[in-house]
C-alpha cells in the first residue's frame, strides 16, 4: 500500500467523497488539501447520508486521522456546523481531526465581495456558489488575509482584522452597497469559534511528515475537479484553488517524492455545475432524463447539474496533466437501459480535429464534439459487485473507455453505497491501495 492522491478528473462531483470513504479503510490519515466548503462530498454509509464540505471523508472511519491542509480556505462557522453534525452521529471529531494553523479564514465581507464581482457590469459571470472562497483566496495571493494562527493570537487578530475590515468597507461603500460591516461584532463571533477550534489546531505540515517518517499511509483528497483548477481548467470559469494533482503537496506541506501514486475519479459520463463550456451536453428529455437517474444536484447548493456524454479528450489532457495511474469509474449503472451511447473521441475546432483541450475560453465554446455510438446494455448494473457479473455491453464500454483513454479503470462503481463497487483484481488501483 502507498500514498496516494484521489481527484476529480472532470469538472467535479464524481463522487470522490465515496471512494475516498471506501478506500480510507486502508490508509492512517485522510488529508483535504485545497477549496473551501463550496465542495461538498457525499458519501451514504447504510441507511445514513453524511455530506462532508471542509472534513475529509475520512472523518467516518473510527481511529483514522483527518486533516484539513493549509491550502484550504476555512469558514469556521461553516467548520463548527459540520463538525456538530458529525458529533450528532458520533464521530469522535476531536480525536480525529487536525486543523491546519496555516490555512486562511473567510470572513463575513467575502461573500459580499463575491456577489459584489459577479454582478458587475462586463464582468463573465462565473456563477460560483457565493460562499466568499475566491476572495478569501484572494486576500491571501495578496497578502493581506488572516490564518487559522492569526485568529488564534487574540491582541493581533482584533488589531489586524479592524483594519482589513475597514478596507473593505470602502470597497463596498464604492460601490454604493448598503451593507456594513461590523468589526466589532464579527471579532468577537470569531474568538468564540476560535477558542471552539482551538483544541483540533496544529502545524498539520510537521504533523504529516512526521506520520510519514513513521510509515503511516497517507490519503490526499481533492476537491472540485481538475478542469476547475485555476491554473489548468477552462479559464475563468474556473475556482481559485489548484485542484489537480500538484495542489496535493502545496496544500499539505509535503514533498513530492512522498506520493506514490495518483487515481482520477470520473463519471461514466460527464457533468459540470455553474457556467462555462460543455462541448458534449446534452440538451432537452436526455439530458433531464440522465440527472434525474443520476440525481444530479449539488451536495451544497442543491443545484442542478449540467449533463454530458463521456469525453475522450478531457480525459486524456486531465490524465496528463495529473499522472493518473488508474481510473475510479463511477454511476455506471445511470447509464442502464440506454440503447446507444455517444462517446465524444475528438474535437472538430473551425475545420481542425482536436484531441486536446484548447487555452482560449472562446476557443472551448466553439468545439464541436465528432461521437462515436456504442451500443447499451441489457440488464442491470446496479448494486454489482464483481466485474464478470456485469451485462457483457457494459464491460465492453468500461473497456472502451480505457483503451481510448488510455488510463486503466480500476475500479468501477455500481450504486452509492460503499459495497457498491468492484476493484479490478491485478490492476494498479488495488496495487496501490493494497488489495
Known amino acids: 500500500m502507498s500514498n496516494i492522491i484521489v481527484l476529480g478528473a472532470q469538472w467535479g462531483d464524481e463522487g470522490k467523497g465515496k471512494i475516498v470513504d471506501l478506500f480510507s479503510e486502508r490508509f492512517d490519515v485522510i488529508v483535504r488539501y485545497q477549496g473551501g466548503h463550496n465542495a461538498g462530498h457525499t458519501v451514504y454509509v447504510g441507511p445514513r447520508k453524511f455530506v462532508l464540505k471542509l472534513i475529509p471523508a475520512g472523518i467516518l472511519r473510527p481511529g483514522k486521522i483527518a486533516v484539513i491542509g493549509n491550502g484550504l480556505v476555512v469558514d469556521p462557522g461553516a467548520l463548527m456546523a459540520e463538525i456538530g453534525s458529525l458529533r450528532a452521529s458520533g464521530v469522535e471529531v476531536e480525536k480525529q481531526l487536525a486543523i491546519s494553523d496555516r490555512a486562511h479564514v473567510i470572513f463575513p465581507y467575502h461573500p459580499l465581495v463575491e456577489k459584489l464581482s459577479e454582478a458587475r457590469e462586463g464582468r463573465i459571470a462565473i456563477g460560483t456558489t457565493a460562499r466568499g472562497i475566491g476572495p478569501a483566496y484572494e486576500d ?10 492569526d485568529l488564534l493570537d487574540r491582541g ?8 482589513i475590515a475597514d478596507d473593505k468597507q470602502t470597497v463596498l461603500e464604492a460601490f454604493k452597497l448598503g451593507d456594513r460591516i461590523d468589526a466589532g461584532a464579527i471579532c468577537s463571533q470569531y474568538e468564540e469559534l476560535a477558542e471552539m477550534i482551538r483544541p483540533m489546531v496544529t502545524d498539520t505540515a510537521q504533523l504529516l511528515n512526521r506520520l510519514l517518517r513513521e510509515g503511516k499511509k497517507v490519503m490526499f483528497e481533492g476537491a472540485q475537479g481538475t478542469l476547475l483548477d485555476v491554473d489548468h481548467g477552462t479559464y475563468p470559469f474556473v475556482t481559485s484553488s489548484n485542484a489537480s494533482a500538484g495542489g496535493a503537496c502545496t496544500g499539505a506541506g509535503v514533498p513530492p517524492t512522498c506520493i506514490d501514486g495518483i487515481l482520477g475519479v470520473s463519471k461514466a459520463y460527464i457533468t459540470r455545475v455553474g457556467g462555462g463550456p460543455f462541448p458534449t451536453e446534452i440538451h432537452g428529455e436526455q439530458g433531464d432524463a440522465i440527472r434525474a437517474a443520476g440525481k444530479e444536484f449539488g451536495a451544497v447548493t442543491g443545484r442542478p447539474r449540467r449533463c454530458g456524454w463521456f469525453d475522450v479528450p478531457i480525459l486524456k489532457y486531465t490524465a496528463a496533466i495529473n499522472g493518473f495511474d488508474s481510473m475510479v469509474l463511477t454511476k455506471l449503472d445511470v447509464l442502464d437501459g440506454l440503447k446507444e451511447i455517444p462517446v465524444c473521441m475528438k474535437y472538430k475546432l473551425r475545420g481542425e480535429e482536436l484531441d486536446w483541450l484548447p487555452a482560449r475560453i472562446r476557443d472551448v465554446e466553439a468545439l464541436e464534439p465528432v461521437y462515436e455510438v456504442l451500443p447499451g446494455w441489457e440488464g442491470t448494473t446496479a448494486g454489482v459487485t464483481r ?6 455491453g457494459a464491460r465492453a464500454y468500461v473497456e472502451f473507455l480505457e483503451a481510448a483513454t488510455g488510463v486503466e479503470v480500476g475500479c468501477v462503481a455500481t450504486g452509492p453505497e460503499r459495497e457498491e463497487t468492484i476493484v479490478r483484481p491485478g490492476s494498479k488501483l488495488a496495487r496501490l491501495i493494497g488489495k
Do not use: C, N, W
Open 140 to 149: 491571501k495571493v495578496a497578502r493581506r488575509g488572516l490564518r487559522i494562527a
Open 156 to 163: 493581533f487578530f482584533r488589531e489586524a482584522f479592524k483594519t
Open 387 to 392: 466485474y464478470e457479473d456485469l451485462p457483457a
